[in-house]
């Protein structure tokens, strides 16, 4: 596996974590269509919520909040969609999510959480 | 999560308006927006601010910033804005304190690197803060001179972001001075031109001072190489000096020209001579977003002189009137109306015919009297009618000009002197009026009972209007060069010679 992969992988886990410890239950990980891929399916208080996971190892070329471009949330729109259509444990309120994770190797790695950026 | 907000000041003309510079850092993905009527340049800030903050050691919250120019009504535009949106944007993330940059108006164009550069319109910008009862504002430092020339505000001059900030209490270090950006070239100190230099022109330097004496505009007529340029040019010398208002209002033009404006007021009267191919919008001034001042707000309060007056475009001419008639100039555009001063005393030069031969001895014009007729039907009735001196200026024989060398005539100093006797004279005459020129004075003043002159004395102006050869609002002009005449000899009030001489001043050209 790439190195970047590899990180994206450890950014997720821990996004699932911090996830799970807010109250969360987590729907599903990794969903795939031919449109893309939806990183974390999360639901809490009947809202489900398209999370995008965006890490870095440090904050040197820009924050993880910067790498979400506008075609990366147009994108996400068109997934939310797919999966209310899709899944059977649909609810009324969708969302979309962003978590960022600065993981440096040599300190314990910092996850922020921004909600409905849509 | 928090709001920042300090102060700036939007330029419109010369007056400007205190705006509001709030920066809101909300939950949401990095954006950064300004709002409130920006113009490019504003909008633009954001590259500015973005990198001047980092490379100052302080960090942008990955938030959505947004910053408000409130009011958001009121069109914006230039660079000044970048030091307030930069300082708000890092009281709202705390790292200043809100409440000490909520005190000061500020002012200045950033740097990717942090530092402020020299920015236009600092003076006026000054001067609108005092104007609006603020006490304190914060300038770059290469303005802090131009700055200081306003009194009673507190000037805090910085020379980087990072400066502004440790002022407004940042934890950081100090940064190494920033080498001021290399000076936009000042205007030269204007050299006074000596007035002794013209020769054998007695009648016209004599009109030149009763010009300058009465605030009286100047119409000079006469062919090339007369020395109608050289006398005009000499006019802003023998002028009394800027009074510290008006100073700065010259001033406060050219710095929004982007001139850099030095520590000491110039107090010489500016002298402006476009081009005759000078459109409307270089003269009275024009621009579609900023609005810039043309070459009659920057004459304001001194000259402003139209050589080759014919040759100027009708349409250029009579843009003139309005501002000759109030003293202001003010340009619409579609979001914005300013102002400028354009106080100017204006000189008008013109050849007696296009090829400029006309009437000079030993010479021979060519041109049809038609040609004649068309050249000065270009300067239009209205304009010569706010023209009350019309001199005519002849070569200079060579024998008039060894006979002038011999016996030195008027020099720019003796002139001054005269100049300013004479208008202390007719502002004490005039107090209690609105008007402190004889230029100013409207006619049916200067014939009402009070300063009515005897019929004696102004038998030669009675009879050239019963001839028709003097209409009234002329007689009108005669009246008022009489009574500088008048005060220029320090005499009480005009006799029959000074009528007489008035009305040789204003024969040179038929209106």
């Known amino acids: 596996m790439a190195r970047k992969d590899e990180l994206g992988r450890r950014g997720e886990d821990l996004a699932v974590d911090f996830l799970e410890r807010a109250g969360y239950e987590i729907l599903a990980r990794n969903w795939r269509t031919r449109t893309g891929e939806v990183d974390i399916v999360a639901r809490m208080d009947g809202i489900t919520a398209i999370v995008e996971v965006k890490t870095r190892t440090s904050v040197a070329s820009g924050h993880p909040f910067e790498a979400v471009t506008f075609r990366k949330l147009k994108r996400l729109r068109a997934l939310a969609a797919e999966w209310s259509a899709s899944d059977p444990r649909r609810s009324a309120v969708l969302r979309i999510d962003v978590v960022g994770v600065v993981a440096p190797a040599d300190a314990p790695a910092v996850v922020e959480h921004l909600t409905g950026v849509m | ?511």
């Open chain 2, 1 to 511: 999560m928090a709001v920042g907000r300090t102060w700036a000041v939007s330029l419109l003309g010369l007056d400007g308006a205190i705006v509001e510079v709030e920066t809101d850092v909300s939950a949401g993905l990095p954006r950064f927006t300004i709002i409130g009527l920006a113009d490019r340049a504003i909008s633009e800030a954001e590259g500015r601010v973005r990198q001047a903050i980092v490379n100052s050691d302080c960090t942008l919250p990955p938030h959505r910033i947004t910053v408000n120019l409130s009011p958001a009504g009121l069109p914006k535009n230039g660079t000044a804005f970048d030091l307030g949106i930069a300082l708000s944007c890092l009281a709202a993330t705390g790292a200043v304190s809100a409440e000490s940059i909520g005190r000061v108006v500020h002012a200045g164009e950033l740097g990717l690197d942090g530092r402020l550069r020299p920015t236009p319109g600092i003076l006026p910008i000054v001067r609108a803060a005092r104007r609006a009862g603020r006490t304190v504002v914060m300038v770059p430092s290469a303005n802090a001179a131009e700055a200081s020339l306003v009194p009673d505000i507190e000037v805090v001059a910085v020379d980087s972001l990072r400066a502004a900030a440790i002022w407004h209490g940042a934890e950081l270090e100090a940064g190494e001075p920033v080498l001021d950006a290399p000076a936009a070239p000042g205007r030269p100190s204007a050299r006074a031109l000596e007035l002794g230099d013209v020769l054998g022109q007695e009648d016209a330097v004599e009109a030149l001072v009763t010009a300058a004496a009465g605030g009286h505009h100047l119409f000079l007529l006469g062919p090339p190489g007369s020395g109608k340029t050289m006398l005009a040019e000499r006019l802003p010398g023998i002028l009394p000096p800027l009074s510290t208002e008006a100073a700065l209002d010259v001033c406060s033009v050219r710095s929004l020209g982007g001139e850099r404006v030095g520590a000491s007021l110039d107090t010489v009267p500016p002298f402006e001579s476009p081009h005759h191919t000078a459109t409307a919008a270089a003269v009275v001034g024009g621009g579609s977003g900023l609005i810039r001042p043309g070459a009659v707000a920057r004459a304001s309060h001194g000259v402003l002189f139209l050589d080759e007056a014919p040759e100027f475009a009708r349409v250029v001419l009579d843009c003139l009137r309005q501002p000759l008639e109030t003293g202001w100039i003010t340009i619409h555009r579609a979001n914005a109306i300013a102002r400028f001063p354009a106080r100017v005393q204006l000189v008008l030069a013109a050849n007696p015919c296009p090829c400029g031969q006309y009437g000079a001895p030993e010479s021979s014009c060519q041109c049809p009297p038609a040609a004649i007729r068309r050249y000065f039907s270009r300067v239009s009735g209205p304009l010569l009618d706010r023209i009350d001196l019309q001199v005519t200026v002849r070569r200079v024989s060579s024998a008039a000009a060894r006979a002038a060398g011999e016996r030195p005539g008027a020099t720019t100093e003796t002139a001054r002197v005269r100049v300013l006797e004479a208008r202390e004279r007719a502002e004490h005459r005039l107090r209690g009026t609105p008007w402190s020129l004889n230029a100013h004075v409207p006619g049916s003043w200067l014939r009402s009972s009070p300063v009515a002159l005897a019929p004696a004395t102004i038998r030669p102006l009675d009879r050239g209007l019963e001839r028709g050869a003097l209409t009234m609002r002329g007689y009108d002009r005669v009246l008022r060069v009489a009574w500088t005449l008048a005060d220029l000899r320090g005499a009480e009030r005009p006799e029959l010679d000074d009528v007489s001489r008035a009305l040789f001043l204003r024969k040179g050209i038929a209106a």
